[in-house]
């Protein structure tokens, strides 16, 4: 049975990974669009409100089928014992960070170009790592480099931002 379900659980895994990043890109795209005119209307909001309902939905899928797997491997007699690498347990930690960040930006508690750097960051940190393992770094190396890649994140998104504002005439619908 673990022959059929192990694979399945992995796949699935990967799958919630692709589209969580996906989906982030997509929502970072449409508010820096969103905000170019300096005003968000009202089918924007519902955009990109439909857009973090879908990230709420990959982050949730990944947080059930982690412990899944976490379980598989760990309760079988042949497993390679992945559960134990600081890669399993740092994508763990970027899921936490999203669910946090995500309750953070609802509330407005973060500002948007924070928050979307962490969220996207955390996705492309799981997808990464699901794709192509820790690559030999430990926990703390990981969580250097994520930290690293948040504020990158946030520089590049708030210069696309300010592109944005400053090329789009003020008459035009963009």
Known sequence: MTDVVYPLLIDLHAL?????AGI???AEYGRVRALADGVMDEHERVY???LGR????SVLALLIVNPLLALLEYGSPFGSE???TA????ENTLILFIIFDLWLMAKRYVPLWFGGAVSLSGYLGILLLTFFGGVGL???GMCVLYAVGVFVTGGVLEYAHILTRTYVPKDSPS
Do not use: H
């Not at 879908?54 to 939905?57: M, T």
């Not at 890669?87 to 740092?90: D, L, R, T």
């Open 138 to 140: 430990g926990y703390f």
């Open 87 to 90: 890669a399993f347990w740092f």
């Open 16 to 20: 919630a990974a692709l589209l969580g």
């Open 54 to 57: 879908a990230l709420a939905a």
């Open 82 to 84: 992945r559960v134990l």
């Open 24 to 26: 982030a890109l997509f």
């Open 48 to 50: 990109l409100t439909r």
